[in-house]
C-alpha cells in the first residue's frame, strides 16, 4: 500500500531559470491532521535522494527515512501538528522529472527537462499548500538539500512560517561540494550505458550510479567514523577472486553493498538534474549578498543544527547561517554537533538529534 | 637532457608480499656531492606520482617537483649534503613498474606485476644505495606516500640514517583515504578503455584516469582553500555549449584542465599498483601494533610535519607518528600547519616549509 497523494498542477507550471512544465505533479504524504485554525502545518522538504515516504502510516506501514523523527510523541509530535513531506520536483518518486512522460511530446523528458532550481522546488511544495487550502505553516523543515529549498521558501513566500528548522545545510553551495557533485555527474554521464540520458529503462549506467553512490557516501560521513567502524578489516572471505583490485578490505566491501543496493531505484537523470540543482543554489541570488538573501526570511523563530564532521556542508556555513538570521532580527538556536556520522548525522545520530528538535517543538 | 641515473639489479629481485622481479631498474637522480666520510647522504621517497626529478641541475635545468626544497643554500642544502631522489618501484618514470618488459617473457607485466608494497619501494632505495656504496644516511626524508616508504625503510635497515623526516603521512592507511583510493582505480578499471589492464600505449583509459586525478585534486586540497580560490565564480565564457551538465563553474573548469594535464604522463596499471601498495602499508606489520611497528624505528632525531587540513593524512595520524617514536625513546619535532593546502601544503606552501625543515638540517 502506498500513502502517496499528488497534486496535478493545471496548466504551464513556470521554471525558475526559464521554461516550463504542462500539468506536472507533485507527490506528498501527510501525517496528523489539519486543525480547525488551519494553522499546524509542518513541511518537510528532503535532502537529495528521499521519497516523501518520511515516516510510517496506516496506509504505508513501512519504515520512513525519518521514521524516528516523525509519529505520535516523536518530536515532530503528529498528534499535534500536521505534517507534510513533499517529493522534490525533478526526482523520481511521484513527483515530476526527467524521468516522466513530456505531455507536449508523449516522450520521456530526459534531458529536455528545463533547469532544475531549488525554487521550483519550493514553488512545487508551495502548490502542494494551495491545494491543501494551507496559507498558514507552523513550520519549514529542511535537512541536506531541503535545507536550502526551505530556505527558497522562505525568501519566495516570506512570512508564511512561524517557524524554520535548518539542518546540515547552508545558504548556498561551495565549491568543495560542488566538485564531488560535478565528478559523480560524470561518473555517471561518462557510462558508457548512460548514452547522453536516452538509456533504456532496464540497461541505466549502472556502474556510474554506483561510483557516485560510493563517492557520496564517502562524504556523506566521516574518517573518524570509519576508522572506528572498519579500521584496516579485511573482508571475511577473501573476494577479490585474483582480481589484484578486486574486494580486500571490510570498507570497500560496504561500499560495494550500499552502492549496489541504492542504484536499482533511483533514475540516474533525476540524479543528474538534482544535482546540479544543488550546486546552482545561492541565496545571494535574492539579495545582493547571503545578508541580504537571508535577511528576507521572516519566520520568528529558528532551529539551526549543524555538525562538526560534516564535509558537504562544513560547520562554518551553519555559523554564516545562524549569523545571518540572527543580525536580519530572528531569533537563532543554533547547535553545533559534535556526531562522527558527518553529513548523514539527521538521519543517523537520532539521541543528538532527537532532544533538540523536540525541545524547539514543545 | 636527462639527469636521471639507474641501477639495474642483478637477478630475481624478491619482493614483500611474494614473486620476484627478473633484473629490475631502479631510477634515481642526484645533486650535490658524497663527502669523503660518505655520511652526507639524503635520500627522498617520493609520494605517489613525481619522477626522481625533485630539483633541477645542471644535467637538467627544468624545474623539479620540490625546486624549492632542494638546492644551493636552500632547506636541503646540496652544498652540504649528497641528495638522492629515488622513482618509486612500480611507477613509470624509468624504475621497473606494470608498464615496464617482463625480461622473463618479453611482454608487458600490466596486471602480471607482482603484488606491490611500500616495502619494495624501500628495497629498491636500499639497492641504489649498495650502488653507490653508501651505508650510512644522513637522513630520510619522505611526504605522503614516501612517508610510509621511509618508514618501511626505517624498520627494514634500522640504524643506517641518523635522521627522519616524515611530511604528511602515517603508520599506515585508513579507511577514509583507502576508500577514496579504492573508487579512484574503480574509476580507471571501469573505463571501458581499460581492457582489463591490456590498453595499447595510444588509447589508454584517459577518462577513468581524468576522473581519478580529479577525485586526487579535490582530497589533495581543502575546502577552505577552493572557498577562497573559487568562491562561486562561473567560467568567463560558458564551456558547457549547450551540455546541461556541461562545466559552469570555475572550480570545475580548473580541475578539468589539470586532470587533463596530469593523464598523458601516468601509466593507470602503475598508478593501479602503486595505489593499492599505499592501502596495504601498515607498519603495525613489523610487529604487533603500530606502537611496536614504530619501535624499531632508530633515526635518532625525527621531524614530523602534518596539516591540519589534511584529509588524507589527518593530523591525528601525525600526532600518532610523534606519540610512538618519541615513545621508543627517538628525539622527536612535531609540527602541526594551519595551511590551508590540505595534503598538498609541502608542495605548495613552501613559507611555511622552508623554515621548519631549514632549521631541523642546520
Known amino acids: 500500500m502506498n500513502a502517496r497523494q499528488v497534486v496535478v498542477y493545471d496548466g504551464e507550471f513556470p521554471m525558475h531559470r526559464g521554461g516550463?512544465?504542462?500539468?506536472?505533479?507533485?507527490?506528498?504524504?501527510?501525517?496528523?491532521?489539519?486543525?480547525?485554525?488551519?494553522?499546524?502545518?509542518?513541511?518537510?522538504?528532503?535532502?537529495?535522494?528521499?521519497?516523501?515516504?518520511?515516516?510510517?502510516?496506516?496506509?504505508?506501514?513501512?519504515?520512513?527515512?525519518?521514521?524516528?523523527?516523525?509519529?505520535?510523541?516523536?518530536?515532530?509530535?503528529?498528534?499535534r501538528y500536521f505534517v507534510i513531506c513533499v517529493n522534490s520536483l525533478g526526482s523520481c518518486f511521484g513527483s515530476t522529472g526527467p524521468a516522466s512522460m513530456d505531455p507536449r511530446t508523449n516522450e520521456i523528458y530526459r534531458l529536455n527537462f528545463p533547469v532544475l532550481s531549488l525554487e521550483d522546488v519550493a514553488s512545487a511544495g508551495r502548490e502542494v499548500l494551495r491545494h491543501l487550502d494551507i496559507e498558514h505553516l507552523y513550520a519549514v523543515i529542511g535537512p541536506s538539500m531541503g535545507g536550502m529549498t526551505s530556505l527558497a521558501f522562505e525568501v519566495m513566500y516570506p512570512g508564511m512560517s512561524e517557524r524554520l528548522v535548518l539542518m546540515s545545510t547552508g545558504p548556498r553551495s561551495m565549491p568543495f561540494s560542488m566538485a564531488l557533485r560535478s565528478l559523480q555527474r560524470e561518473m555517471i554521464r561518462r557510462d558508457p550505458d548512460f548514452k547522453d540520458g536516452n538509456y533504456p529503462p532496464h540497461h541505466v549506467p549502472l556502474a556510474g550510479m554506483r561510483m557516485a553512490r560510493k563517492l557520496g557516501m564517502i562524504t556523506y560521513r566521516s574518517a573518524e567514523e570509519w576508522r572506528l567502524r572498519f579500521g584496516r578489516e579485511r573482508t571475511p572471505t577473501d573476494q577479490a577472486g585474483g582480481d589484484p583490485f578486486g574486494l580486500v578490505f571490510e570498507v570497500e566491501s560496504y561500499l560495494e553493498h550500499h552502492a549496489k543496493k541504492f542504484t536499482g531505484q533511483f533514475d540516474p537523470n533525476c540524479y543528474l538534474y538534482l544535482s546540479r540543482a544543488s550546486d546552482l543554489f545561492d541565496i545571494a541570488e535574492h539579495g545582493a549578498t547571503v545578508e541580504a538573501g537571508l535577511a528576507h526570511v521572516q519566520a520568528e523563530k529558528i532551529l539551526i543544527i549543524g555538525v562538526k564532521t560534516d564535509f558537504l556542508f562544513p560547520i562554518y556555513q551553519q555559523q554564516e547561517l545562524a549569523d545571518g538570521l540572527t543580525k536580519a532580527g530572528r531569533q537563532v538556536e543554533y547547535v553545533a554537533l559534535d556526531s562522527l556520522q558527518g553529513h548523514d548525522s539527521f538521519l543517523v545520530d537520532m539521541d543528538s538529534y532527537r532532544p533538540i528538535v523536540s525541545k524547539f517543538f514543545s
Do not use: Q
Open 20 to 79: 516550463t512544465l504542462l500539468n506536472p505533479t507533485f507527490a506528498y504524504e501527510t501525517w496528523g491532521a489539519l486543525n480547525a485554525a488551519r494553522d499546524n502545518t509542518i513541511i518537510i522538504f528532503t535532502g537529495l535522494s528521499p521519497s516523501a515516504h518520511a515516516a510510517s502510516s496506516p496506509k504505508d506501514p513501512t519504515p520512513g527515512w525519518w521514521e524516528d523523527m516523525i509519529g505520535p510523541h516523536k518530536p515532530i509530535d503528529t498528534h
